[in-house]
């Protein structure tokens, strides 16, 4: 059941390293039930938006708010409320799937008949029933990422942070994320994910947000963009390319060939 | 709840003195006023009788006669408490006005039954402490007794009336599951009446004896009396009554036997704070059944709903295993099956074990004669015995406690995502290289043990020292670690956990640390020779220093640590 309550909010957020800005002045409102892309160059601070409004960083300037509560001053208050997929899924290896399933059960303060049944739930969806007592470290890549994100999605958060998440993931996996992700829509959860994937920005994104050198050059929803940038009739890549300057590259390369 | 139904009948006893009908108001007070004259009264006149008794008789005999007199005394209360215990637990559990009342409130029973319990206890042990207390402590003012002897004697005195006070609960309750309440009271009245006869019967018989007694007193030497008061009083069933365990500690503590002291009060102390488990244990199961009245019948139908609910939980939380490691101890749980999972990681944590255990048995001689060849004022094998098993446990645990943030390298961001307190998540990793650096530390005590024979008071004392140990340097450890872990994807997280300067500092630390605890137990053990302590005051002494080290070390070690992991940045 989608609401329009805002589910995250950042005011101002600036993180920097000496003078280089990653990300500068970033003001986003993303509602519950929303599915927001996020997408830039690589470098572009897409992975430091996300570790900034997950608490990983902590910004240099300005706020972040999930669910209303401000990850810097009510950090557990804002953590319990989301579930961070990162790129690369660095999990417990010496653990057996069904070990750190409980493991982020517990730490969420679960009751534990809630985190087997969840376990039962998310092993079937993710196909690895039969995998559960297997150490982590005999898993494929894309073995480990379905596990991680079983591990962000046992909570049944209310903000999901995915940051590349189909990278690595067979097409049937990847299917089951993207239905995974239009389906927590759909009951309230906001979805932020950042990709380079810009089929799926595009065919699953309420909104985009474009992000380069650390500044937010454009969000909205297709029309929006294209009013924006130059690309009247264009597609998200069009629309992308031309908005981070891409497209001159395109013709150096053109050019050199 | 407890609390505030406990300061509640405070209130209301208050409240009699100052605001009930002035005739009551002054029966109150001229019943207390009467209480303090009789408590001073009894307080003067045994105090004189006891120096009169230890200033005319041999101090044997005097002893003799004091123990008998003190088994006695006790085994009267105790014997007296369970006859009237039934009778006073079957009015304040099941007949009392208020209970009612506490029935229809949101009160668990348990509480209900906690706080009836200790109304029970008082109401059983007061007249007693009234005439018994002045008599006890006029044993220790005319002894001069160290002050510890006062607060050992209320417990003593507390756990010698609880034990007959919750048999009477434990048979109350039991009763009124066949007979109802106001019946069994009759028939307690009844037995109360005969066994009030009884004691008619034994004054008479008592004092007949005393009477042809005196004359032949006067004719026998103070050992024929001695041997004769021991013959005729000092019964072998004694010993085995729990009044006689409270009764010899207090002689045993007034006797300087302080071993005879401990046991006889561990004895006494455990067998109350069981039988008061029980009694809670227990009444969950029967408290209930005697409630006969509509109001009670309908509080007992939602107890027996709330129990059927309780059950079934419990059968849920059996099936999905322990609670004690759920939640954020769940990190724990984590930890020891990385650790037991990772051949390279446990061979670090428990080679100092064998390293230290393999070099202890080539170097040092077994058979160190009780003092060394240099005099210490404690045998050298106390001493190796001591803190060997200390530094083992330091080696140990810089493998354990440094390591445990580096240690969840690149996969830290999973807890700092995790909506956990940080102090909480620190709090686990302390626990987790506590249990292990503690493991290890015992093993090699228990080794020791059996080399050097110390005795059982030094096992035990040498443990808590583990224990203490390795939670301090646990803390140390556990906050070197947050400020230099080690997460570079370049440096394999298995191979470097913590950096090279943390594990120096580390190191540094320990060995200040180690300097600190055993100049503690050190210094202690030293001035206990010096002053003649025994070691019944000397340990609780050390434990309780090095526990206050400790907690300065935590207090202080862990803010800066939560500060520190807050701040910390994931950047890899």
């Known amino acids: ?257 | 709840m407890l609390s505030l139904l406990l300061k509640n009948r405070l209130n209301t006893l208050f409240l009699g003195y100052t605001r009930d009908e002035p005739k009551k108001k002054t029966g109150r007070i001229i019943g207390t006023l009467v209480s303090i004259i009789i408590f001073a009264l009894i307080l003067y006149y045994s105090a004189r009788f006891i120096n009169f008794i230890y200033g005319r008789l041999d101090t044997g005999l005097a002893n003799t006669i004091f123990d008998i007199a003190l088994d006695y005394i006790f085994l009267v209360i105790f014997i007296f408490i369970i006859f009237t215990g039934i009778a006073t637990s079957l009015y304040i559990l099941y007949l009392s006005k208020d209970l009612e009342l506490l029935l229809t409130l949101p009160i668990k029973y348990r509480t209900v039954f906690i706080y009836k319990y200790i109304e029970a206890l008082i109401a059983n042990s007061y007249l007693f402490f009234i005439v018994i207390m002045p008599f006890l402590i006029s044993y220790g003012i005319t002894a001069k007794l160290p002050l510890a002897y006062y607060p050992m004697m209320i417990i003593v005195f507390i756990a010698v009336v609880s034990i007959p006070t919750s048999f009477g609960v434990l048979i109350g309750m039991a009763a009124v599951r066949l007979i109802n309440p106001n019946r069994a009271k009759e028939i307690l009245a009844f037995i109360g009446g005969l066994f009030g006869l009884l004691i008619w019967l034994s004054s008479q018989f008592i004092a007949r004896f005393g009477e042809n007694l005196a004359p032949q007193l006067k004719s026998m030497s103070v050992e024929d009396i001695k041997a004769y008061v021991t013959a005729v009083f000092n019964k072998p069933f004694l010993k085995f009554f729990p009044s006689t365990w409270g009764s010899n500690s207090l002689f045993y503590l007034h006797d300087g036997n302080y071993k005879q002291f401990g046991l006889n009060f561990t004895l006494i102390t455990a067998t109350s704070i069981l039988l008061i488990f029980l009694c809670i244990a227990i009444s969950q199961r029967i408290y209930y059944t005697g409630w006969s009245n509509s109001s009670q019948v309908a509080a007992r139908a939602g107890f027996k709903s709330a129990r059927a609910e309780k059950e079934r939980k419990i059968d849920e939380d059996r099936k999905y295993g322990r609670s004690l490691f759920s939640g954020v101890n769940y990190i724990i749980v984590k930890d020891l099956k990385i650790i037991f999972r990772d051949a390279r990681r446990l061979l670090n944590i428990f080679l100092p074990l064998f390293m230290f255990t393999f070099l202890f048995f080539w170097t040092f001689s077994r058979n160190i004669n009780e003092r060394g060849d240099i005099a210490f004022f404690l045998p050298l094998k106390i001493l190796i015995f001591l803190f060997f098993p200390l530094i083992v446990s330091g080696f140990v645990n810089q493998n354990i406690s440094g390591n445990s943030i580096g240690g969840e390298g690149l996969q830290f961001w999973i807890l700092k995502i995790s909506p956990v307190h940080t102090k909480k998540i620190l709090r686990t990793k302390i626990i987790l290289s506590s249990i292990l650096t503690v493991l290890c530390g015992s093993i090699i005590m228990v080794i020791f043990y059996f080399v050097y024979k110390p005795g059982l008071g030094y096992l035990i004392f040498g443990l808590i020292l583990i224990i203490l140990f390795s939670w301090g340097d646990s803390v140390i450890g556990t906050s070197i670690g947050t400020f230099f872990p080690v997460f570079k994807p370049s440096q394999s997280s298995n191979r470097n956990n913590i950096s090279f300067i943390g594990g120096m500092l580390n190191l540094v630390l320990f060995l200040i640390y180690i300097l600190f605890f055993a100049g503690i137990v050190i210094g202690i053990l030293f001035l206990a020779n010096y002053l003649n302590w025994s070691n019944l005051i000397s340990f609780p002494i050390i434990i309780a220093m090095e526990v206050i080290l400790n907690l300065i070390l935590y207090n202080i070690l862990i803010n800066l640590s939560v500060y520190r992991l807050n701040s910390l940045e994931w950047k890899y």
């Open chain 1, 1 to 257: 059941m989608a609401d329009n309550s805002i589910a995250i909010e950042t005011f101002n957020l600036t993180k920097k390293y000496g003078s280089l800005a990653a990300v500068n002045n970033l003001n986003l409102k993303i509602k519950s039930g929303e599915i927001f892309g996020f997408l830039g160059p690589n470098g572009a601070g897409k992975t430091t938006t996300i570790k900034l409004m997950t608490g990983l960083l902590k910004p240099t300037a300005g706020t972040v708010k999930i669910m209303g509560n401000d990850i810097q001053e009510d950090p557990l208050g804002a953590k319990k409320n989301f579930g961070l997929i990162p790129e690369e899924p660095r999990i417990y290896e010496k653990l057996t799937g069904i070990e750190f399933l409980r493991f982020m059960g517990n730490i969420f303060a679960m009751d534990r008949k809630e985190i087997e049944g969840k376990i039962k739930e998310l092993l079937k969806v993710f196909d690895l029933t039969g995998r559960g007592e297997e150490l982590i470290q005999s898993y494929s890549h894309g073995m480990k990422q379905k596990m991680a994100i079983a591990g962000a999605l046992i909570h049944s958060p209310k903000v999901l942070f995915f940051d590349e998440p189909t990278v690595g993931l067979d097409p049937k996996s990847a299917r089951v994320i993207k239905d995974i992700m239009r389906f927590r829509a759909k009951s309230g959860v906001c979805i932020f994910m950042s990709t380079h994937i810009l089929e799926i920005a595009e065919r699953m994104c309420d909104r985009v947000g474009i992000i380069n050198n650390g500044e937010l050059i454009a969000v909205g929803n297709m029309d929006e963009l294209r009013k924006v940038s130059k690309e009247k009739e264009g597609n998200l890549e069009e629309i992308f390319l031309q908005l981070t300057g891409e497209e001159e590259d395109i013709d150096i390369i053109k050019s050199l060939t």
